[in-house]
């Protein structure tokens, strides 16, 4: 078992010592979010790469494209797909109902 240990405090009342430690819950919750929020560098992923984060086929990659699972851009002759919309299919696929 670990030791335990005891923390003084001196001229610090309960709701002060409670007020200061809920201020900085906040900060550290509010960089925690500003680092989650910050933009990848946008990605063009291939079909074979599509394929392989969800570990499906080929075929029903153009299969989630015709039922607008996934949306594919053409460049050129080349079709690729936004990273960033793969990771929203990924989170929205479950709840989607297929006919």
């Given at each position: 078992?670990?030791?335990?240990?005891?923390?003084?405090l001196?001229?610090?009342?309960?709701?002060?010592?409670?007020?200061?430690?809920?201020?900085?819950?906040?900060?550290?919750?509010?960089?925690?979010?500003?680092?989650?929020?910050?933009?990848?560098?946008?990605?063009?992923?291939?079909?074979?790469?599509?394929?392989?984060i969800?570990?499906?086929?080929?075929?029903?990659?153009?299969?989630?494209?015709?039922?607008?699972?996934?949306?594919?851009?053409?460049?050129?002759?080349?079709?690729?797909?936004?990273?960033?919309?793969i990771e929203?299919?990924?989170?929205?696929?479950?709840?989607?109902?297929?006919?």
């Amino acid at each position: 078992m670990g030791s335990e240990s005891t923390i003084l405090l001196h001229n610090i009342t309960p709701s002060e010592f409670k007020e200061e430690l809920i201020c900085s819950l906040k900060e550290v919750i509010q960089e925690l979010l500003l680092e989650t929020k910050k933009e990848k560098p946008l990605e063009y992923l291939t079909r074979k790469q599509v394929a392989e984060i969800f570990k499906i086929s080929m075929v029903t990659i153009s299969d989630w494209n015709k039922k607008g699972i996934l949306k594919p851009y053409r460049i050129g002759n080349l079709i690729r797909y936004k990273s960033n919309e793969i990771e929203e299919a990924l989170t929205e696929i479950p709840f989607r109902r297929y006919n």
